[in-house]
């Protein structure tokens, strides 16, 4: 079992989330019908919202940035998925991939 590191890059105007080309190209050669994304943008404001009604941003972000459709498959592989700050390095949100 592996962990994903996710990159979250902090802009004037929103968050930055993308995976490391290796990650995708892991992703493919784990799940070849994978469509992983290079990044995805969500300005402040979208997710402050989205936090009210739905919870944790992140628990949306990995599956779609991923491009995993069956998330059983992406238990099998992973373990844990980490956002870590492009900027300082530290480690923003830790999701553990279970069941």
Do not use: C
Not at 15 to 20: E, G, L, Q, V, W
Not at 77 to 94: A, C, M, P, R, Y
Request: hydrophobic letters at 40%; aromatic letters at 12%.
């Amino acid at each position: 079992m592996e962990a994903i590191k996710i990159s979250v890059n902090k802009q004037m105007d929103g968050y930055t989330f993308s995976i490391a080309p290796s990650i995708r190209e892991k992703l493919r050669s784990w799940f070849p019908n994978s469509h992983p994304a290079n990044n995805i943008f969500v300005s402040y404001d979208l997710k402050s919202d989205f936090e009210v009604y739905y919870g944790k941003l992140e628990t949306f972000i990995y599956p779609a940035l991923l491009g995993v459709d069956n998330l059983s498959d992406l238990i099998e592989k992973i373990n844990e998925i980490s956002f870590v700050d492009t900027q300082t390095g530290n480690v923003l949100h830790t999701h553990k991939v279970t069941a």
